[in-house]
Every structure is written in structure tokens, then in C-alpha cells.
């Protein structure tokens, strides 16, 4: 047990790391190749703080883990909207000033509605993947559209200055893209061990491994780089990380999972993290499209954001310690 605990704290550590690794080198390379800052801004910075949950969602699909690969991959839509926005907003108000940001929460809206809709019969099958992967690409291809065509926008304003205040040669990006993601996917595999040996050791069913530990862990890239961000005054890529995130986890990261191999879904999924999930996502809707004017989210929403994440994870805890294993 110690061992898997150990093995636990080494994969979230080098996850975060080759993460970090991973979006600096695509990034570095991506501008040395010609793509633009906003496409930069929404596929590389996207994809990349969304790995840790790909990859880790994948083999536990690989090794009949579904528990695992739901729960982290819903877990982190929970903690990035309610934990990482909540805790942004608190230290400083997120202001929502990009038009494409704001274009996309109707569509996270209409996204975690789908999921539902595929979960409530208690299967995710092929079919369900090919889906989710469908709409995943339209979305892109629509997001990618829109923010081209609309000219000058925030986003892309913001990563053109976090590039030039870190530039890169393009051979450094190419060592640095290709070390993160063979560490990314060799600490995936450490953290799916240790989190599935825990939960059988402590009787816990891998599902709330994932929508916890092992949720918290792989969204630690998003907490770091929405702080960053935050700090730095960049609001659309504090919350340009959430929603993009959530996004890539609702659609590619279970659309993947699924894709591999078809997820036999608990009820509770759907009843429980599902509801959760898509309370907070509308929270997020009101809070942040600003039907008035330009969204904001203040610090007494990011509070209640918090709140809610407490009270849901202390949830989680008290089933578990009273018996209830799902």
C-alpha cells in the first residue's frame, strides 16, 4: 500500500511536470512552424492541459478501469469549474472580455446535455465515442472559424505576448515536446497503478479515486497556468483554460476512453457527478456570459464555487467512510 501511495505522488508530480514540459515545447514549436497565436491559444494550450486526463482516462479504458476513466475525466470538469475558477476568482475577479470564450459557453452548455443524454442508459459504446468525437472536431473546426475570422481578439492577444516573453529555438521545443509526452504518458501509467491498487486495498470503488485524487492531480496543470494567468491580468486564459479543458474532457478524453473500449456506466455516474457536473457548468454559463454586459465573475461566485466543491467532495468522503462504495 505504501508502495502504491508513493507511486501515487511520483506519477502526479512527473504528470504536472512533463505537462507543463509538453505545452511549452508544442507551443514553442507551433509558433516556430507559423501557427497562429489563437489557434496556438485553443488547440495547443487546449490539448496539451487536457493531456494528463487523456492519457491517464485512456489506459485505465485499456485495463477495464471505466470507473477511473469517467471519474477523472467528470471529476476534472468538476474541480477545474469549481475548485481552480473558484479559487482564480477569489484571489481576483475573471473578467470574460473574449468573444470567442463567450461564443463557447453556450456550447460547453449544450456538450454536458450530450454526455447526459449518453450516460443515461449506463453504457458509453463505440457508437457513443464516434460521436463525441464528431461533435469534438466540429467544435474545434466552428471555435477555430469564428476566432479567425472575427480579427483581433484578447486571446490571441495574450499568447502573442506569453510567447514573446518566453521565446524558445525551435530545436529546444522539439526536445521539450517529445520528453513531456513520453514522461506524460510513463507517469499516466504510474498514477493509473497506484490509484486503482489503493482503492482495492481500501475496498473504495475506482470511480471515486477518480473523481478525486486522481481528478485534483491531472488538473493541477490548469490550477497552475490559470493562476499564472490570472496574476498576470490574462482573464481569457485563466477561464479560456476552463472551458477549453472541459471541452477536451467531455468530448475527446471520454470519446477516446470509450472509443478504446466501451464503458459500462454506474447509475450513480449519471445521478450524482453527471447533476453535479452540469449544475456547475450552468453556474458557470450565468456567471460568465454576462447577459448585461461583459461577464465577470466576482469573488463572492467564486466562493460559492468553492463551496460547492467542498461540499461535494466531503459528500464523496462521508459515503465512503460509511460504507457506500460507489
Known sequence: MLLAAATIVIGLTLLVWSADRFVDGAAGSASHFGMSPLLIGMVIVGFGTSAPE???????????????????????????????LGLVALLKPVAVGSSVLRKELPILAAVTLLSGW??????????????????????????????????????????????????????KAIFWLLVGLVVLVASSRLLVWGAVDI???????????????????????????????????????????????????????????????????????????????????AALFVFGYGFRGPGRINRVEGAVLVAAYVAYTLYLVVMVIGGVKS
Open 118 to 171: 449518453q450516460l443515461y442508459d449506463g453504457n458509453l459504446t463505440r457508437l457513443d465515442a464516434l460521436v463525441l468525437m464528431v461533435v469534438f472536431v466540429a467544435v474545434m473546426g466552428w471555435s477555430i472559424y469564428q476566432g479567425m475570422r472575427g480579427g483581433s481578439d484578447l486571446l490571441a492577444v495574450e499568447i502573442t505576448e506569453e510567447l514573446a516573453s518566453h521565446p524558445m529555438p525551435l530545436k
Open 54 to 84: 487523456m492519457v491517464v482516462s485512456a489506459i485505465a479504458a485499456t485495463q477495464g478501469n471505466p470507473g477511473l476513466a469517467l471519474g477523472n475525466a467528470y471529476g476534472s470538469n468538476i474541480t477545474n469549474i469549481a475548485l481552480i
Open 199 to 281: 482503492a482495492q486495498y481500501f475496498g473504495i470503488s475506482d470511480l471515486v479515486i477518480g473523481l478525486t485524487i486522481v481528478a485534483v492531480g491531472t488538473s493541477l496543470p490548469e490550477l497552475a497556468s490559470s493562476l499564472v494567468a490570472v496574476r498576470k491580468g490574462e482573464h481569457d486564459i485563466a477561464l479560456g483554460n476552463v472551458i477549453g479543458s472541459n471541452l477536451f474532457n467531455t468530448l475527446a478524453v471520454v470519446g477516446i476512453a470509450a472509443g478504446i473500449h466501451p464503458l459500462a456506466v454506474e447509475a450513480v455516474v449519471f445521478q450524482r457527478d453527471w447533476v453535479v457536473m452540469a449544475l456547475l457548468t
